[in-house]
């Protein structure tokens, strides 16, 4: 038995991924998994829903041409829930296009076949380790190796050179984000590279590393963003600290729209606004009103989950929340903050939601 698979919550999943997959990445090592009884608005019958998702076991998608451990499949999965039924949904791909990102139904049922050989009674009966809360407050995150602000780099430096191009003032995104550029570390990924912090109640707990390039990032071995090892993605919003001091949030996917946007908005730092984070979301805006702004190509694969969260959050702030959809072929980034506002201020209001971009 190898370290790995001894820290693992679901010693039988983990071996049965290994043995399918080869080789298995943990992600949110020891956490456990949260759920919660809901009621389903179709059915109007109970159905249990993951609060915090806790441990994965990463690998390499069977259905796409993964080579990044994209397929993450949850500590938790062919458990039976509180109705008694086994947890086999509990797998995706964060590939785009993936069917098991789509939700296909045969590849939930391929990759049971994979995993188990039709023998699923061998998970649902496996022992899991109940595993530790995060709490999000006892987290502290360093910088990963030697580091300078970006607005006191000079003007011609690759990072000033790079923001300059996609119509950003580095100045601003080194004093206002506190972003930085990372010259020496011992981590490659990280070595000439942004680096942008994440903070929570003003104390960093996690950071990412963005190349200052771009490039087929499908064809290269680097990823174009790397997230530090125990960041609590699931539990943050990016720029909160700022945003709440506004009239109006703005939820867009990635911290370079953030940036396009200003510091009204917040980025989930994916492609899914998880409970914890529409939580979050609804304390800092409860008086005020909300817009998710995600790219166009993301919310189409994501409609059902995206109309889950406007119903949710629409209720709880006294101002309205709602989605908004940018022009087909673009996305925050490649729009001008003089484009932006205005769009989503007429958008929203074409919906009932009526916003402000002042301060409180």
């Known amino acids: 038995m ?30 456990k998994q949260s759920r919660r009884m809901s009621i389903d608005l179709v059915t109007g019958k109970p159905r249990p829903v993951v609060v915090h998702p806790g441990e994965y076991y990463a690998v390499c998608c069977p259905f ?27 797998a995706t791909c964060f590939n785009a296009g993936c069917q098991l990102s789509l939700r296909a139904p045969y590849a939930y049922q391929e990759l049971e076949r994979l995993l188990t050989g039709h023998r699923l009674v061998e998970l649902r009966q496996a022992n899991v380790s109940q595993g530790r809360d995060v709490d999000v407050d ?7 190796g030697k580091v300078t602000r970006i607005d006191r ?25 506190n972003v ?27 950071w990412q590393a963005r190349a200052a390039y771009d490039t087929d990032w499908k064809l290269s071995h680097l990823p174009k963003y790397y997230t530090a090892p125990g960041t609590p993605r699931r539990h ?37 606004m998880t409970t914890q984070q529409q939580s979050l979301f609804r304390r800092g805006f409860r008086d005020y009103a909300g817009v998710l702004l995600y790219d166009p190509d993301v ?22 929340f709602c989605s908004v959809q940018l022009p087909d072929g673009t996305d925050p980034g490649s729009l001008s903050r003089d484009f932006l ?11 009932g939601v009526h916003i402000s971009w002042k301060r409180r």
């Open 299 to 320: 919310r189409e694969k994501t409609a059902e989950k995206t109309a889950e969260i406007e119903t949710s959050l629409h209720e709880a702030l006294n101002s309205g």
């Open 2 to 31: 190898d370290n790995d698979e001894k820290r693992a919550l679901n010693r039988t999943l983990f071996r049965r991924c290994k043995a399918t997959f080869r080789h298995v990445r943990i992600k949110n090592a020891g956490e």
């Open 236 to 272: 943050i919003l990016y720029n909160f600290g700022n945003a709440k001091h506004y009239q109006v949030g703005i939820v867009v996917e990635g911290v370079t729209d953030v940036w396009k946007i200003g510091p009204q908005a917040v980025c989930t730092l994916g492609a899914t």
């Open 180 to 206: 930085h550029w990372c010259y020496e570390s011992p981590r490659h990924v990280c070595q000439d590279r942004l680096i942008i912090p994440i903070y929570h109640n003003k104390k960093m707990v996690g």
């Open 341 to 351: 506002r205005p769009y989503i201020t007429q958008q929203a209001a074409a919906k």
């Open 138 to 144: 006892a987290i502290r995150m360093n910088w990963p």
């Open 64 to 90: 796409c041409n993964d080579t990044r451990f994209r397929c993450y499949i949850n500590h938790c999965y062919g458990q039976d829930d509180e109705l008694g039924r086994a947890q086999t949904h509990l």
């Open 153 to 177: 780099l000079p003007p011609t430096h690759e990072a000033n050179v790079y923001l300059i191009g996609r119509g950003f003032d580095p100045e601003q995104i080194g004093r206002f984000y």
